[in-house]
């Protein structure tokens, strides 16, 4: 069993940055793509990148260029930079262990959700 726990969510004015992180603790070799979703009241769930073995990286349309996700392996630690946030970045952002087939979806092993205002 792994447990996740993401941090770094706040209110932020349109053109903003916010750096959000996912501390991973538990059974963390489990752990080879993760990812970061969000949902946003009354909208459904939105996957928005994968960080997979190997370094590849993916990124939803809606936020390529303006997010990077990153990994300290060392640390067992998950990074999602973004920047020039816009009102439709609001949201829950969730990290979780992803799994791919036909579309990146999130496994059980999530966390809490750290809330993302963009306002």
């Known amino acids: 069993h792994v447990q996740l726990v993401e941090s770094g969510g706040g209110l932020v004015q349109p053109g903003g940055s916010l750096n959000l992180s996912c501390a991973a603790t538990?059974?963390?070799?489990?752990?080879?793509?993760m990812g970061w979703f969000r949902q946003a009241p009354g909208k459904e769930i939105e996957w928005v990148s994968t960080s997979a073995l190997g370094d590849a990286t993916y990124y939803a349309d809606s936020v390529k260029g303006r997010f990077t996700i990153s990994r300290d392996n060392a640390k067992n630690t998950l990074f999602l930079q973004m920047n020039r946030l816009k009102t439709e970045d609001t949201g829950m952002y969730y990290c979780?262990?992803?799994?791919?087939?036909?579309?990146?979806?999130?496994?059980?092993?999530r966390g809490q959700g750290t809330q993302v205002t963009v306002s």
């Open positions: 538990g059974k963390t070799n489990v752990l080879n793509c």
């Open positions: 979780a262990r992803m799994i791919y087939g036909p579309t990146w979806s999130a496994t059980a092993d």
